[in-house]
């Protein structure tokens, strides 16, 4: 069985903060590409610490800073730069169903 390689054991952004990990945002806008590690204290000084570090809640916050794209995929790291590779596994991953009409 693959293992998940994003596990969300951190869910909130105080969590993330005191395990010394990452929130990187990702730009799904093709013509874009931007990807950025966040800024957690950022984060916790508009939020708190106790706001969801889940995407479901984080990611309607986010606005793509390079195109103003709203279509960002969000992902945990272990460091501030994350791997072309794994920044290409999270934008396929997060690829959504939608164009399936072209
Ligand atoms: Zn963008």
């Known amino acids: 069985m693959a293992e998940k390689l994003f596990?969300?054991?951190?869910?909130?952004l105080g969590a993330i903060r005191n395990a010394g990990l990452h929130l990187h945002a990702f730009c799904l806008n093709p013509g874009c590409g931007w990807d950025a590690d966040l800024d957690i204290g950022t984060l916790i000084e508009r939020l708190g610490r106790q706001h969801s570090a889940m995407q479901p809640d984080l990611v309607p916050l986010?606005?793509?800073?390079?195109?103003?794209?709203?279509?960002?995929a969000v992902a945990l790291?272990?460091?501030e730069e994350v791997p072309t590779e794994t920044a290409e596994h999270v934008r396929q991953a997060w690829k959504r169903?939608?164009?399936?009409?072209t």
Do not use: A, E, M, N
């Not at 986010?62 to 960002?72: A, F, M, Q, T, Y």
């Open 7 to 12: 596990p969300y054991r951190h869910r909130t």
């Open 62 to 72: 986010l606005v793509c800073s390079r195109c103003g794209g709203k279509d960002i």
């Open 77 to 79: 790291s272990g460091t």
């Open 97 to 101: 169903p939608r164009d399936k009409s």
